[in-house]
């Protein structure tokens, strides 16, 4: 299934109106708007403030025709991994991308297609032009998808990073190793020494990446790590729910949880309720927190503590990479790794000995 999405609809100000505004011409207007590196970075930034300023947008079908190009950009879900991707997360992230898009006269183009057929429908973009570059989400072990985009020479950037050999590639991601070292150093440091993992699907990079920076902590305090304290499943309410219950039962509970989603998270919650157990006194959770716009981590002050980056802002980054690799196909390709804030909240306390 294929769906076609403009982010933006256009303004009423045609080009000849806005280039009369500006006293430049047409041509310099179009170009400056379609990224063409030889206008100046000065004249750019004025045409695009004065295209804003005067609700300008081109159109898809005219810019098109302008530059050759489809005017769209790829975002492809797998259904095997949909639950994955078609949740809060993936809605900021495609919603911060749009904001990038709009500006620059881009649609989306989103395609749910079977597992089997993604690389095909990759293909299918690429053959017939029906975008000019996609965004890869969920980066997995030995991942096909880079290999592929390069052959084809369609532009992409990778939400994420795969540890593959071959890595000139464009990605943004945050650095999860490290965030989940530090969120579990910060459980230890508060006495804890039974801590769970519930972990999203390993096969995916950002979910081993985050048992290796859980793995890395405990080892250095000379912590045993437990298997049954460790989950990786699919990141839903309900595996969270399930996940606490079973290991808050155990002869051998945890005092502490480490989750890799506030939606788990809730799940969590959930589970420590229900067994008559306080959240921040007798159970500590720490999480890692999307800041999701629309499933806020509390109101004045964080529910959970939690290592947080803006997803919306990878979005609008990401698309930002992508849009400046179609403009300029020869530069090199952009990597970048950002921190996360690790923001105290409610959820967490010293471990209470029985």
């Known amino acids: 299934m294929r769906i076609k999405l403009t982010p933006r609809d256009n303004g009423h100000m045609n080009l000849k109106q806005l280039s009369e505004k500006l006293g430049l011409s047409p041509t310099t207007v179009s170009r400056a708007l379609n990224g063409y590196p030889e206008v100046s970075e000065n004249t750019r930034r004025r045409i695009q403030e004065a295209a804003e300023q005067y609700n300008y947008f081109p159109s898809a079908r005219a810019r098109s025709l302008a530059t050759g190009r489809a005017m769209a950009i790829g975002h492809v879900l797998p259904m095997t991994i949909s639950s994955e991707m078609v949740n809060p997360v993936f809605g900021d992230f495609l919603a911060g991308a749009a904001e990038t898009y709009s500006k620059s006269g881009y649609d989306i183009t989103l395609s749910s297609v079977r597992a089997e057929d993604e690389l095909k429908c990759y293909r299918d973009f690429a053959a017939k032009r029906i975008v000019d570059g996609v965004i890869v989400h969920a980066p997995r072990t030995d991942d096909p998808r880079i290999a592929l985009l390069k052959e084809l020479g369609l532009p992409f950037v990778v939400h994420g990073r795969a540890p593959i050999a071959d890595d000139s590639y464009a990605w943004l991601d945050i650095n999860n190793r490290r965030a989940f070292y530090r969120a579990t150093k910060l459980l230890i440091d508060l006495g804890h020494r039974e801590i769970a993992l519930i972990n999203g699907q390993e096969q995916m990079d950002f979910a081993q990446r985050r048992r290796a920076g859980y793995s ?20 839903t309410e309900g595996v969270g729910y399930a996940a606490a219950k079973r290991m808050l039962s155990l002869k051998k509970p945890p005092t502490a949880f480490l989750v890799s989603s506030i939606i788990t998270a809730i799940g969590v919650r959930r589970a420590v309720s229900d067994l008559g157990l306080r959240l921040g006194q007798d159970i ?10 629309y499933l806020r981590n509390g109101d004045t002050e964080p529910l959970f503590t939690a290592t947080r980056s803006s997803v919306r802002a990878a979005g609008r980054r990401a698309a930002e990479i992508l849009l400046q690799q179609i403009a300029q196909p020869e530069a090199a390709p952009v990597q970048e790794l950002w921190e996360v804030e690790l923001s105290l909240g409610q959820s967490t306390g010293p471990v209470r000995h029985s």
């Open 216 to 235: 890395a902590a405990m080892h250095s305090a000379e912590l045993t790590l437990r298997p049954e304290l460790m989950v990786s499943e699919e990141m």
């Open 284 to 293: 500590s959770v720490v999480i890692h927190d999307d800041e999701i716009s």
